[in-house]
């Protein structure tokens, strides 16, 4: 059973301060690793994609992949308001993604 | 910026009948997949479609589902008899290769009466 693991939060954090969201995968054929942001009621919206081992950055947002740990992680920097949200891993071990449960995020004014 | 466009936004019908829900993927995209989310639950893929034909489907895409790409622009998922338990938030999301994100579109809402 491939599984993507994720702690449910809900992660307060307050505006301004780093938020890290972590994630565990269980096949370790996974190749390509994505996060996702949901906002309540609304579709995932693809915020960061990585395929190699350490960190990619772009912008506030840092993904960092260790496979063999097989470990994802996703770190935000200056937290907005608006980041508030469900964060949702997925990796891809063939053609589909999988996804984990998602963390709710909320960023504290 | 490109968009994966699903049409209705809500459908609400009684159990038993059959529903279609729509897709226009972006245009330049080859991959298309169904999933489904199910209220406070996870996004669950349902159906991948390559080529005009499935390549891989879930458990959940039992012999009452069935998806169609018509007229090379469309693509829909059809649910033959529906059931309580297949309501549920329906996304469609495309990707032009097997290496990129998926796009996904804002989704269907399917209440089964």
């Known amino acids: 059973q491939k599984e993507v693991e994720q702690n449910s939060g809900p992660l307060s954090v307050p505006e301004g301060a780093i938020a890290s969201l972590n994630c565990t995968y269980s096949d370790r054929v996974s190749q390509s690793f994505f996060w996702y942001r949901q906002y309540s009621g609304k579709s995932p919206e693809l915020i960061m994609s990585i395929y190699s081992n350490g960190d990619k950055e772009d912008g506030r947002f840092t993904a960092q992949l260790n496979k063999a740990s097989q470990y994802v992680s996703l770190l935000i920097r200056d937290s907005q308001p608006s980041d508030s949200a469900t964060y949702l891993c997925a990796v891809k071990p063939d053609d589909k993604i999988i996804f984990g449960k998602g963390t709710r995020l909320h960023i504290l004014p | 910026e490109p968009e994966v466009t699903q049409t209705p936004s809500h459908q609400v019908t009684q159990m038993g009948q059959e529903v279609i829900l729509r897709c226009v993927p972006i245009s330049n995209h080859l991959y298309f997949y169904w999933y489904r989310q199910i209220l406070g639950q996870k996004v669950e893929f349902l159906v991948s479609?390559?080529?005009?034909?499935?390549?891989?489907k879930s458990e959940i895409f039992d012999d009452q589902f069935s998806v169609e790409r018509p007229d090379g622009s469309n693509f829909t998922l059809k649910i033959r008899s529906t059931k309580l338990e297949d309501s549920a938030m329906y996304f469609c999301a495309s990707r032009r290769d097997r290496e990129g994100g998926y796009t996904f579109g804002s989704g269907t809402r399917l209440t089964v009466v």
């Open positions: 479609f390559y080529n005009n034909e499935i390549s891989e």
